[in-house]
């Protein structure tokens, strides 16, 4: 089992950045293929980012070559850097975990997940 924990959320300017941390607990992050989800009120929670235990990452449309994805598998963290934010992006931000064989972007296939952290863009 793992548990997570979510850090760096914040309020930001449209235009701005924030780097959310994951940090796991239990047992070792590189087991897993890390993701990022975001939910806002009355919406379905929504795939963000993944990275595979190997360090290949997958991106949202609606993120791509504005967000990385990134792990450190030495300090069992994994990092969402947020470039160029928009105040669409304002969310509660998810890590989780996922120990299939194979990535997912559908969170039903994610096994543990952290809290969330909030992430406000203002306009």
């Known amino acids: 089992q793992v548990q997570l924990v979510e850090s760096g959320g914040g309020l930001v300017q449209a235009g701005g950045s924030l780097r959310l941390s994951c940090a796991a607990s239990?047992?070792?992050?590189?087991?897993?293929?890390m993701g990022w989800f975001r939910q806002v009120p009355g919406k379905e929670r929504e795939f963000v980012a993944q990275i595979t235990r190997s360090g290949n990452p997958t991106y949202a449309g609606s993120v791509k070559g504005r967000f990385t994805i990134s792990r450190d598998n030495a300090k069992n963290t994994v990092y969402l850097q947020m470039n160029s934010l928009k105040p669409e992006d304002t969310a509660v931000y998810y890590c989780a975990a996922a120990s299939g064989s194979s990535y997912s972007v559908i969170k039903g296939d994610y096994n543990y997940w952290g809290q969330g952290t909030q992430v406000t863009v203002s306009s």
């Open positions: 239990g047992r070792t992050s590189s087991r897993y293929h």
